[in-house]
Every structure is written in C-alpha cells, then in structure tokens.
C-alpha cells in the first residue's frame, strides 16, 4: 500500500522543508566485545565464573559458542569449558531500538576448584559467533572475539544472565536463579500473563499452559539481605527470563514476501520510525523500486539504485507482523524478502521479482507470510491522479461496489494473485498465511469517506480469500488482522456497538488510528467521535505517512491472529 503517488501528499509536503533521512547510527555489527570477568556466588552458596560478552541485537534469540579457559601465571590451564547458551536479550521491545546487549555467561566452580582461585587466576575467552542468514557460507553479522582478563574477587554488582527456555505446552521447567557478585535475595516482581512462576529451592520453576504457545518473560528482583549487612543499602537488582513455549524444532524456516505492510514501511532497520518531514525521500518512486525506510531494509531513500535488505532482514528490530510473529515463537531461520510497493504481479512468474520468489522456494520454507495485493489499485484510488474516481461516481450515481470490482478487474488482480499463490503451492511444501489488509483512514484522503475506505478493504479482502479458496484452501491459510477502529459509525461495513458520547451516538470503538487521523475526525464529528487506542498505549496506525501503514503495535495485534508453528 506504500506505493504513493499522491497528489494530496506531495502538496502537504510542498508546505514542509524536506528533512534528511539518516537512520540512528549503528554499531558495529562483526564485533563482538568481551567484558571484565568476575566470580560471583550462586543461589545456593558456591562459586560462580561471570563472563559479560556484548553482542549485536541480532543474536538475541540464536545459539552462539563460548570457548574458557581457566589458568594461572606460570602454572598452565586448569580447566576448560566449551559452553552453549541461547541468548536471552531481556525484556523484548517494539520496536526494538537497542543495537546490541549484554549476556552474562556463568560457569559453575565445583568446591576444590574454587578453593584454588587465585589473584594471578586469569581467563581466556574465544567468542566465535557468525549469523549466516542466507546459508551460503558468507556470514552478515558477527565474527571472532578473544580476550585475556584477569579475574578479580566477587564484589561487583553483576549477575549471570538466564539462557532463553524453551518446553512444550503444558510442562514443567526449571532454571538455577542467576549467580551474582552479591548474595541477593530473589523474588518474582511480576508473574507472566500465560503461565506460573514460583521460587524454590534457589531455582525458578515455570509451568506453561497446556493449550499457550508463544513467548512468555518472568520478572525478577533480588534484594540484599537486611539492615546491619554490609552493602545492605545497595539497590534491588531486575531481570527478565525469557520463555518460548510450544515452538517446533528451532530450525523451522520462516521466509516473507509481499508488500509494504509485510515490509513494515515507515520505519528504518535500527527501529527509528519515520516522520512526516521524511515521507518525500521515502516514499516509493514512480519507477522502480528500492524499498526504502522499510524494516527490513537498509536503504533511508528512496534515491537508492536497488535493494539493500537489512543484515537479518528486520527480525531483530521486531516491528513488521512477520518479525513480531517469528519472534514470539523462537524462530530465528528468517528472512523477510518483502518489497514496499511492490505488485503481485512483481513476484509471479514473469514479473521483475520472480528471481526472489524462486530463491525463497529454493530455501525449502516450513512457513511463508505475505501480505500482498493493495497494490497499485488502493494506492491509485486514495491518492493517484484519479484519486476522485469511485467517489464522485458513486455520489452522483451509486454502485459504489461495482466501481471498485471494475477497478479489480482492471488491474487483474485476480489473476496475478492465482498466478503467485499457484507458484508457491507448486513449488514448496510450505503452510502460507496469506495475512490480510487491516483498516486504516488516511488523513490526507479527503475524496473518500472512512466508510468507503472501509469497504474498499472489505472488497479487496473478500479477492484474497477467494482466489486463496481457489488455488489450495489447505495450503494458503488466510488470516484477518483485528479491526483497526475508526472512532466513527462506518456501518454498514462493521456494526456501531460502541458509546463514548454523552449523547448516544454508536461508533466501531476508540480509535486506534494515527493522530492526525484522530485529530480530523475529532473536528469531523465532535459529537460521536470516540478517541483511543482503549486504555492507553499508542496508536495502531503510524503518523509518519498520514496514518497509512499499522505502527508496530499494529503489527503486533496482526501478528498475534496467525497460528504458531506446527
């Protein structure tokens, strides 16, 4: 749907001094930084080894290597340990603006070799971590990091950091509290809205639901011991255990395609959201396509000469409905292809980006998530040259619904669409979730009511499922987005069952879409317009394209309407 060529936009830009889009400067992504080591003391009363090694955000999630060596000045290594950990990046954020994190690994030290720890005790650390998205022996994020450090007596206020766990619907894990420098005192601070967390023993125990899959996070807090204990008036330390439940083999392949709502327009791959000011050298140009300010891409302008997809492909920063949806379930062999602007007919057989579609077959997906078919039709509609089309027609004439099928047929999208959908089921055995479009009011689209938007969507919905229906019901699942509520009455599109007007009038249901959209229909209808999102939080729809394409809390409700992993 980001395939813009509006003239009401371009004139709302004229008015606006064009801003740069330079996304938020980004760390390196090949390094990997070792931290000072310490020893700390378990739950339990033993010795622990503290390893802080700093990695990219993009390996929150992913298996990596630790290679320690333990010795001593003149006396040759003691010990050595080769250690597996699925990292834990803390609390999960969308979007998830953070470029890298730190995870604290821990050794366990049996009693006699605690008891030899030294000052001249040194470790040798060999971090050597790669991530190969595309599987061709070239790796796009990590590298080889080794360190000598000295290590100092227990004192510092670091705790080891809890692997990601992961257990089948319904069972029983356990997991040792984490070890520090101090002997905290360790509490749930907030127990999982899915699931039972419970301290016993110096170990958390977590119960997952039988029938939940997906991700849970468990909040801790340790306290030190009370008054008359040395550091007694330290600050209470926090964690976050992060839980995947239910997900298959952690080698499923998800791969995207599709789109600008698969592509998660409107914001850079470091997470930073777009803004008005920067639509101009956003926005896709009239010939060609580059993808650019879209999630999953590195390119800030729509100048670019090609396209440039981000490291791994935007599922670290969690915002697009395919990221949001591999995260939740622990996938991490994930690769969004999807272009902002780009047509069905882009991707069938024939069309500029076949090549992309047969490499994504050739990857031998478990799982391919697309939205697909907006484009150029809504585009055209809302914002093209004949941006009044159906509307006058429809005001002066009616068949408001005939005009818009003519305008399918026009464009055959049913036929690009069956050509798409009938090259994937061909050639792969994937389960595909055809997502569809969810609702949102333009600001800037002034010829249509919120209610013929609304049944513009219906209408192109209804396309989707069909030619789905046609092709293989069993094989292209569709799946609907949640509602976006407008605030108004749209019916008869969707039922008016909600009140937040002292006078009575029915609406959808607060308004989750952008804040300029919100301000426009506030002055529109100042009697029955219902302001939102219900209880807080941001809107579904961003502002930074005049509340088009769903914000990543948008994407996170759309997300959450597909079925996990089988």
């Known amino acids: 749907m980001s395939r813009l060529r509006p003239l009401l936009v371009a004139a709302l830009l004229a008015l606006l001094a064009p801003a ?14 070792i931290g000072r080591a310490s020893t700390g003391t378990t739950a339990a009363g033993g010795v ?3 390893i802080p090694i700093r990695y990219g955000i993009q390996f929150a999630g992913r298996s990596v290597e630790t290679r320690v060596w333990l010795f001593n000045r003149g006396s040759g290594v003691k010990r050595k340990w080769v250690l597996h ?6 609390h999960r954020r969308t979007p998830e603006r953070r470029r890298s994190f730190v995870f604290v690994h821990r050794i366990d030290l049996g009693p006699a070799l605690a008891g030899r720890l030294r000052g001249k005790s040194r470790l040798r650390v060999l971090s050597p971590n790669f991530i190969d998205v595309e599987g061709d022996g070239r790796y796009e994020v990590g590298g080889i990091s080794e360190a000598v450090k000295r290590l100092p007596p227990a004192g510092r206020r670091l705790c080891s950091s809890t692997p990601r766990l992961r257990l089948s619907p319904g069972r029983l894990i356990s997991a040792p509290l984490p070890a520090c420098g101090f002997s905290y005192r360790w509490s749930i601070a907030k127990q999982p809205p899915d699931g039972r967390a419970r301290i016993r023993g110096g170990r958390l125990l977590y119960s997952a639901p039988q029938r939940f899959r997906g991700s849970a996070e468990i909040a801790l807090v340790g306290t030190l011991p009370g008054e008359g204990t040395a550091h007694a008036s330290a600050e209470p330390v926090s964690g976050v255990i992060g839980v995947t439940v239910g997900t298959a ?7 995207a395609l599709g789109d600008s709502v698969t592509a998660g327009f409107g914001y850079f791959s470091n997470g930073t959201a777009m803004t008005i000011k920067q639509l101009f050298g956003c926005r896709p140009p009239a010939k060609g396509y580059d993808d650019a300010c879209s999630s999953n891409s590195l390119v800030t302008s729509n100048k670019a000469a090609k396209v440039e997809y981000a490291p791994d492909y935007g599922l670290a920063n969690n915002i697009s409905w395919a990221a949001q949806w591999a995260n939740e379930h622990g996938v991490t062999d994930f690769a969004n292809y999807a272009i902002s602007g780009s047509e069905p007919a882009n991707w069938a057989p024939g069309g500029e980006f076949h090549e992309t579609t047969k490499r994504i077959e050739s990857e031998d997906p478990d799982y391919i998530l697309m939205t697909m078919g907006a484009n150029p039709l809504l585009s055209e509609m809302l914002f093209g040259v004949d941006n009044m089309g159906c509307a006058v027609y429809a005001d002066l004439f009616g068949g408001y619904r005939e005009c818009i099928e003519e305008a399918f047929a026009e464009v055959k999208l049913q036929a690009s669409l069956k050509a798409l959908y009938a090259d994937l089921v061909e050639n792969t055995q994937a389960t595909i979730f055809l997502m569809q479009y969810h609702l949102s009011v333009p600001s800037v689209a002034l010829a249509y009511s919120a209610t013929q938007i609304a049944e513009m969507g219906k209408l192109l919905n209804r396309e989707i499922a069909a030619v789905a229906a046609e092709v293989s019901p069993q094989r292209l699942r569709v799946v609907a987005p949640p509602h976006f509520d407008v605030g108004i009455d749209i019916s008869p599109v969707y039922p008016a069952s909600f009140s937040c007007s002292r006078l ?9 879409q952008s804040d300029p959209t919100q301000d426009e229909l506030a002055i529109l209808h100042p009697l029955s317009f219902c302001e939102g999102p219900a209880g807080g939080g941001p809107p579904w729809v961003i502002s930074g394209d005049t509340g088009i394409h769903p914000s990543g809390a948008g994407y996170a409700q759309m997300a959450s309407q597909v079925p996990p992993p089988e």
């Open 504 to 512: 009575g009038f029915k609406v959808d249901g607060p308004s989750v």
């Open 85 to 90: 950990d699925r990292l834990s990046s803390g």
């Open 48 to 50: 622990s080894l503290l």
């Open 20 to 33: 740069s889009v330079a996304a938020a400067r980004e760390v390196d992504e090949h390094t990997i930084e």
């Open 249 to 255: 083999d952690p080698g499923v392949v998800v791969r």
